[in-house]
């Protein structure tokens, strides 16, 4: 099974609606990070999180928020989705200070119509 | 603020051929360095890294240096193959504060038989 995982793969959704995107993880790492992908623009980083009490936003946060449910999952929401936000959205974890790598999900692409 | 900036693309190459993507930072401090490759369909997944200046990270017949005197991190290999075709993103990360990745724009990467 893969260590990072994401739900849902592929979402197509219209302007207004709510959506909400899951990240699990089986890797026991405290930090979560929420990051979107645009063509041409690399990774946008929009929460992260260094434990389920430390939330913090990132540069591009406006029109998202995150819930930090377990160690394990960490969910970034739209509330009221808009066509910009259509992108490919990565969820990945770190175990720093051990490495300082971060782990991917497979991603969730996402349409707003 | 932090910055990466990497070779646009697309890059086709023939197979067997040598490879070079360009990958210049600008940072605070000492950054780590990364090279990440998101094949098709799939999340980003680190290829190498270098933590210090000099430092070479080396995976899979790639190789980049750490080079603090120009501020770069070029990637290379060899004799590249089918297989390697991808998109390759440049990253630094800080090491205080939030820990968290900048990437590049990515360079997409075709290999042709």
Redesign the interface.
């Known amino acids: 099974d893969a260590d990072?995982t994401q739900t849902p793969r592929n979402r197509i959704t219209k302007t207004g609606k709510r959506i909400m995107l899951e990240c699990s993880q089986t890797k026991g790492h405290d930090?979560m990070?929420w990051y979107r992908q645009d063509p041409?623009?690399?990774?946008?980083?929009i929460y992260?999180s260094f434990d389920v009490k430390d939330i913090?936003k990132?540069e591009i946060s406006d029109g998202y928020s995150v819930s930090r449910q377990a160690q394990a999952k960490f969910s970034l929401s739209l509330e009221s989705a808009i066509p910009n936000q259509t992108a490919l959205y990565?969820c990945?974890t770190?175990d720093?200070p051990r490495t300082?790598?971060?782990?991917?999900?497979?991603?969730t692409r996402l349409t707003v119509l | 603020g932090d910055s990466v900036t990497q070779m646009e693309g697309p890059v086709t190459l023939s197979e067997e051929a040598f490879l070079t993507i360009n990958c210049t930072y600008t940072a605070t401090g000492y950054p780590s360095l990364f090279w990440y490759v998101q094949y098709p369909g799939e999340g980003l997944q680190l290829l190498l890294k270098a933590t210090k200046a000099d430092d070479k990270g080396s995976n899979k017949g790639f190789e980049a240096t750490y080079r603090k005197e120009t501020t770069s991190f070029h990637l290379e290999k060899g004799s590249v193959q089918v297989s390697d075709s991808a998109v390759y993103f440049c990253a630094l990360r800080t090491n205080f504060g939030n820990e968290k990745l900048t990437f590049g724009t990515g360079t997409r990467l075709t290999i042709i038989p």
């Open positions: 990072v930090r990070y041409g623009l690399g990774l946008q980083l992260y913090n990132g990565f990945a770190s720093f300082n790598e971060q782990f991917f999900g497979p991603g």
